[in-house]
């Protein structure tokens, strides 16, 4: 059993990596490969910046793949099934209770987080205190900034 921790995706962020690699694999890889080849040429590698560059390159491009590979083997597909209950997949609208203020987030794995547009991780705070409740509860937020309360609003 690996380490590795699971990593949740929905079919677009699966899409996306797949997409990556495919390009990193088809596209970028032969481009390095053939500025290895060219640096190569110019003589004395010791002294060849050129070389330098497309085996830094290399590396790079390599340990991505490396990377995608080991975070498609360990994928977990979210389906967005929630039975009324905050799930990953879900999108759900909240009530901070102090201020009435309303936010509407969408659920998802980590890889796939992006709060600037209402993405959050599973892992983080929120996501954490409301996982599993449902309409109309009210849970704490620990968060670095102090404990608030929220009020689930819809899950959907």
Do not use: H, W
Not at 15 to 34: G, Y
Not at 141 to 147: F, H, K, L, Q, W
Request: charged residues 35%.
């Amino acid at each position: 059993m690996s380490n590795t921790k699971e990593i949740y995706l929905t079919e677009d962020g699966l899409k996306e990596l797949q997409d990556e690699l495919k390009e990193l694999k088809e596209v970028k890889r032969p481009e390095v490969i053939a500025a290895l080849k060219e640096a190569r040429s110019l003589g004395d590698l010791s002294e060849n910046a050129e070389y330098d560059a497309a085996r830094a390159s290399q590396a790079e491009v390599e340990g991505r793949i490396k990377e995608l590979e080991v975070m498609l083997e360990n994928v977990v597909m979210i389906s967005g099934d929630n039975d009324g209950k905050v799930s990953i997949g879900c999108t759900v609208k909240i009530k901070y209770v102090d201020d009435d203020e309303t936010e509407e987030y969408k659920v998802v794995g980590s890889k796939e987080a992006d709060p600037f547009n209402n993405r959050i991780s599973n892992e983080s705070p929120i996501a954490k205190a409301i996982m599993g409740k449902g309409v109309g509860d009210i849970v704490s937020v620990d968060s670095p900034n102090g404990t608030y309360d929220i009020e689930i609003v819809s899950v959907n």
